[in-house]
């Protein structure tokens, strides 16, 4: 790669202000894929001021310019398509068959669906005298995470540029190099120079004083809970904008009419996808308690089924975790949950059998669990599944809403049923029966998981500011 040094800004690539520099590393072998350079305060200081001198020329281009704009990007994107499952899988640990069915076209979906919201949407509208118009937020700082590093840069870049503003993304440092490959596709398909700007780093070097920056007028967050507290105190000083999409801890309520064994098998493997970590995961799976054992068996069955091993072998489910940080942490909280007195079905501690080398998770299945257990509040973001029992529907629903988070929901059964369950759940979405996400439907979350929505028309109006403009009709 031969960007990974450098950052890109005004349409170019550049040096960095300094001299640090990271190892991006190999999950699957914990050896250097390479190293990039970490930026600075300096840094972002050029790369905003890029943003701010051309936002007042492309703020005012047309709907046609953008949307010929988008489909240069969506060009290039598709040609390049490979490369990014690719480094996705290297640098993350995906297992190559999901980068290349979901991780890298995920970044394409949201550019596909900003494009059909942009060339239908509309900007004005009249009310009596008066003229609404929804106009570009402004400079806009966006960071994002390692987990779906493709899907969360695109459902920021790809509204952003269809709404008008211009950019700095701060991506991930754990896992940089997609996003290099996205800034070199930009480029290729003709982004204005300033309009996207990228800059390497960690939160406190890049992240925190893009979120503090007076000449930034949004910051969309994605990551921990923990991460978008202290962005948004960053950015309260200089009341902007924030908008965030956060953890979760989703309930998955399996209704005592539902096929048991097809819900269960079917949601484990879900669960377990991309190694557990995902935000919206159906961590917590509420059965009902006169059925515990026998849900505990199904599930523990499922998860033997999960092929854990090399990324790049093609009989693999589910590769590596992404970190020695992120292994660590998941090997602790299985340990607390052994502590509190959870019985372990399947999984457990430490790694699977002939995989001493990468940060591996054996897919574990607790059985037996109460939610105040640590297990069942905190977001483990490993394979990782906690069975809790209910004794009937009410049960299941306070449950479910007791919990910092609420990101996501799933329920399983009678759809009637299912549907009147899912209005009185307190997440930014429900699952109902196995139902996939919708890239046209908002995606976010309540309390802790943040606020604001990515994806679809939702997450195009995130970068709208709403003027009215009195007399205009008189």
Known sequence: ??????????????????????????????????????????????????????????????????????????????????????????????????????????????????????????????????????????????????????NQIACKVAPALAAGCTMVLKPSEVAPLNAVLFAEILDEAGVPAGVFNLVNGDGLGVGAPLSAHPDVDMVSFTGSTRAGIEVARSAAPTVKRVAQELGGKSANIILDDADLPAAIARDVAGLCTNSGQSCNAPTRMLVPAARMDEAAAIAAEAARNVAVGDPRAETTAIGPVVSATQYGRIQQLIEKGIGEGAKVEVGGPGKPEGLETGYYVRPTVFSHVTNDMTIAREEIFGPVLVLIGYEDDDDAVRIANDTLYGLSGYISGDADRARAMARRIRTGNVHLNGAGPDFNAPFGGYRQSGNGREWGEFGFEEFLETKAIMGHNA
């Not at 991006?24 to 001021?49: C, F, H, L, R, Y």
């Not at 069915?101 to 942009?118: D, E, I, K, W, Y």
């Not at 960071?143 to 493709?150: A, D, E, F, K, R």
């Open 1 to 150: 790669m031969d960007h990974v040094q450098q950052f890109y800004i005004g349409g170019r690539w550049v040096a960095p202000r300094g001299d640090t520099t990271i190892e991006v590393v190999n999950p699957a072998t914990e050896q250097p894929i390479t190293s990039i350079a970490m930026g600075g305060p300096d840094d972002v200081d050029a790369a905003v001021a890029a943003a701010k001198d051309a936002f007042e020329s492309y703020s005012l281009t047309g709907r046609q310019e953008r949307l010929d704009l988008l489909d240069a990007i969506i060009a290039v994107y598709g040609r390049r398509m490979e490369e990014l499952a690719d480094i996705i899988s290297q640098e993350m640990g995906a297992p190559l068959s999901l980068a290349r069915a979901a991780q890298a076209p995920a970044g394409l979906g949201h550019f596909a669906t900003v494009r059909n919201v942009l060339a239908g949407y509309e900007f004005e509208r009249q009310l009596g005298s008066t003229t609404i118009v929804r106009e570009p937020a402004g400079v806009c700082g966006l960071i994002t995470p390692w987990n779906w590093p493709l």
